[in-house]
């Protein structure tokens, strides 16, 4: 099994003291299995640069994330994707935000579970498979 980690995912792993189940089930994880999108790189890179912190946080980024997950593109593929899953959700109201939009589009077209706490926004998304060991950590219901 493969997966894409969104914004949170990726976050939890810079706190001071992420959370132990979540850290623990990540270990099982190979590196080979691990992806993100070029959009959730930019929502790091935009709380890095907002954060009073930011040299930090950029260190972080470019240290540590980078060369720890592979960044899958948003390109004219995904792109399709997206099209379609906002063109569905806008039939029955839902209405999420762009990126995460285009995050599950990176999930869904590259046949990715995607590792996310966000449960109530992804959940709409009818072809999404969502992971939910980060939400399950924060409530501790593991």
């Keep these: ?34 992806f993100t999108s070029a959009v959730v790189i930019g929502e790091l890179y935009k709380g890095a640069y907002r954060s009073h912190v930011s040299a930090r946080h950029l260190n972080n980024i470019e240290r540590r994330i980078l060369p720890a997950i592979t960044a899958l593109p948003y390109d004219v593929a995904t792109a399709k994707t997206f099209g379609q899953i906002r063109a569905k959700l806008e039939e029955t109201g839902n209405i999420l935000p762009d990126a995460d939009l285009q995050i599950a589009a990176t999930a869904i077209y ?30 501790g219901n593991i």
Aim: proline share 6%; glycine share 2%; hydrophobic share 40%.
């Design 1 to 34: 099994m493969a997966y894409l980690f969104d914004t949170d995912a990726i976050s939890e792993l810079l706190r001071p003291i992420p959370l132990p189940a979540y850290i623990e089930w990540l270990k099982d994880v190979p590196r080979e299995e691990q």
């Design 110 to 139: 590259h046949n990715l579970e995607l590792v996310s706490g966000n449960l109530r926004h992804f959940s709409r998304i009818s072809k999404i498979r969502l992971n939910t060991i980060l939400s399950e950590s924060r409530t």
